[in-house]
């Protein structure tokens, strides 16, 4: 008896549905993990002069951890987490940045207790259901940094540095600008949303509908509105700085002087907002120099209040992260290319049961030696186990044939030359480090 319930059969009138990533969603295929891994090297190599360590954080949170973390009316938490509800009816998002979960597990972990400040850095992927266009995915990564129980406006200034060094590392730090500004403390902020609030009534049917919105939940984020009417307005606005208390106004003049100190060019914007709640103090953004605020490559604070917020004791804090596709992308447009990593040394071609074993004797030595390595293990013929060599680009390829293995020699081809050499079978690899050079070979030790 058929059964036809069974929908995974195959209908062999019909081809299969080919399968696409979703929107937004993309693949990262292996030229574009060249640029990965230099972007992660950059990363790691900073990071780890400064002391910062690596930390993971879940791709799910509990979603308190982001709409008390974020704050209920940011754009991330209202319009793009990713929420879906776990069987037992607990609500859970993935994670949209990464600051929340740090802190989350810095509390849970009692860190407190450890020296501080408690460093991080991280290289992760993370989730918004925004508009996907050039530069916005709804999944993407970003690497970041945490530094957690210090106030002092040198660990701002430090951290800064630090994210410049690696655009400066990548060779793109041209491209940006540094825009800095200073929300003041909490109270400070409180005083200047309710006078910016003032400001804005009676105003409302000039703003755009978002910026209605906004003026009720968020109205800082007005002052970053790309709307042309809300941009006049706002440029109109009382200024943050003439709220600011004394501390906050002395912090900031501390972090412009480290900033000058520490040779890093910067701009003061009065207008940068950022849109997570969680930030008080010093704010900044990289903003690319031909877009504006238009896709930011990366962002970030202090968010002295947050560690309270999110359940554990008042902790001052410090971080920034980055789109590493937007790293990505400017390193492509500035013609920047990855050293080739990933590129075969050289091609082992054979003939004949003997050689066979002899071959796969010789990649697994070669590879051993640092030699990136391929085999023609099938049953092709000579030549097209030689324009397979070709296609896969190798300047070098061995060849192993009956009279080889019984002469205890192999033959070396340079490809691009056609130019054959008969060489002792025992003298193939250092003749091929030395034809790929010394500087080219591939070993690492466990723990490097
Ligand atoms: P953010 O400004 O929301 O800050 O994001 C940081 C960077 O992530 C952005 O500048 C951008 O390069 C990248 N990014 C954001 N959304 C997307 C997207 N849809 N597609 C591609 N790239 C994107 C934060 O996330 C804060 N947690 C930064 C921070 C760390 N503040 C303190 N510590």
Request: net charge negative.
């Given at each position: 008896m058929s059964d036809t319930s069974n929908t995974d059969i195959l209908d062999i009138s019909q081809s299969p549905k080919k399968f696409q990533s979703l929107r937004g969603f993309t693949d990262h295929l292996p030229e574009d993990h060249e640029y990965f891994t230099l972007i992660k090297k950059a990363v790691r190599h900073r990071a780890r002069q400064a002391g910062l360590r690596r930390i993971s954080t879940p791709?799910?949170?509990?979603t308190g951890v982001f709409t008390r973390g974020l704050g209920e009316s940011t754009d991330v938490v209202s319009k793009e987490m990713f929420t879906m509800t776990s069987r037992s009816g607990k609500s859970m998002s993935l994670k949209p940045e990464g600051t929340a979960g740090v802190v989350r597990a810095y509390i849970e972990h009692g860190m407190?207790?450890?020296?501080?400040?408690v460093q991080f850095y991280y290289i992760e992927p993370h989730f918004r259901y925004d508009r996907p266009q050039k530069g916005r995915f709804r999944q993407f990564h970003q690497y970041g940094f945490e530094v957690i129980g210090e106030r002092d406006a040198s660990v701002d200034a430090q951290v800064i540095h630090i994210s410049w060094k690696i655009l400066k590392d990548l060779g793109i730090a041209e491209r940006f600008d540094l825009q800095i500004n200073t929300l003041g403390t909490p109270s400070a902020r409180a005083d200047y949303i309710l006078a910016l609030k003032n400001y804005f009534y009676g105003k409302e049917?000039?703003?755009?509908s978002d910026c209605q919105n906004r003026l009720e939940s968020n109205p800082l984020r007005i002052l970053d509105c790309k709307e042309e009417d809300c941009q006049i307005l706002s440029s109109l606005a009382p200024k943050m700085q003439e709220y600011l208390d004394a501390e906050s106004k002395d912090f900031y003049e501390k972090l412009k002087e480290y900033l000058q100190e520490l040779d890093v060019p910067f701009y003061e914007n009065t207008r940068l907002v950022r849109?997570?709640?969680?930030?008080?103090?010093t704010v900044f953004e990289y903003w690319d120099r031909t877009q504006?605020?238009?896709?930011?490559i990366g962002g970030g604070g202090r968010y002295d209040g947050l560690v309270e917020k999110l359940g554990g004791q008042h902790t001052p804090a410090f971080g920034c992260a980055f789109g590493v596709e937007r790293v990505m992308m400017h390193l492509k447009e500035a013609g920047i290319t990855p050293?080739?990593?990933?590129?075969?040394?050289v091609f082992i071609a054979q003939l004949g049961e003997e050689a066979k074993k002899k071959a796969m004797r010789l990649v697994s030595d070669l590879r051993e030696n640092g030699i990136h390595t391929m085999g023609a293990m099938g049953k092709s013929s000579m030549k097209a186990q030689l324009k397979m060599a070709d296609k896969f680009g190798v300047d070098w390829t061995v060849i192993l044939g009956e009279v080889e293995v019984r002469n205890h020699t192999a033959i070396i081809r340079d490809m691009a030359h056609g130019r054959q050499e008969i060489v002792k079978m025992e003298t193939v690899i250092p003749e091929i480090i030395a034809r790929v050079g010394k500087e080219n070979v591939d070993i690492y030790q466990l723990g490097e």
């Open positions: 791709l799910l949170e509990e407190h207790t450890l020296p501080q400040p049917r000039h703003l755009c849109g997570l709640d969680y930030y008080s103090d504006g605020a238009q896709n930011a050293p080739p990593k990933d590129r075969i040394h």
